[in-house]
């Protein structure tokens, strides 16, 4: 007898802290695809669904992941920039035999413009040698 969980509300999503991990964009953004209308496939809202593979660095090793992201990808993302991805999530899927984790993200930035837009600026200053500099 086999018994399949299904939580209320659809499949579990599960938040990922990206807290010290650092994404490099691998590919630039491509449509998600209808395998049977060859269309591009839409969020239930009808938004445009996109697909960035990332390579993740963190312990000392890396993986390259597949994130889904809603609407128009930011302009910058192409092979090799650093990325802020905001909002992943995992979500675990099975079909019959197979099973993996889909990745899905509220959005993915190039690292120039997502500091930019915080007000963030690009510095090698450490915390403790701006409080020296302060002090001096």
Do not use: H
Not at 106 to 115: C, E, G
Not at 117 to 122: L, Y
């Amino acid at each position: 007898m086999s018994v399949t969980y299904e939580p209320v509300g659809g499949p579990m999503k599960l938040p990922i802290d990206t807290t010290g991990v650092t994404f490099l964009c691998a590919l630039a953004p491509e449509p998600v695809m209808d395998f049977e209308t060859k269309r591009q496939k839409g969020d239930l809202n009808g938004e445009p669904l996109y697909s960035v593979q990332l390579v993740l660095l963190a312990d000392g090793g890396a993986e390259v992941i597949s994130v889904k992201i809603v609407g128009t990808p930011a302009a910058g993302l192409v092979s090799g920039t650093p990325v802020a991805v905001v909002g992943l999530v995992a979500t675990p899927w099975s079909m019959g035999d197979r099973s993996g984790v889909s990745f899905k993200a509220s959005s993915i930035q190039p690292l120039t413009q997502a500091a930019g837009s915080r007000g963030i600026t690009s510095s090698t200053t450490s915390p403790a040698s701006a409080s020296a500099d302060k002090a001096a």
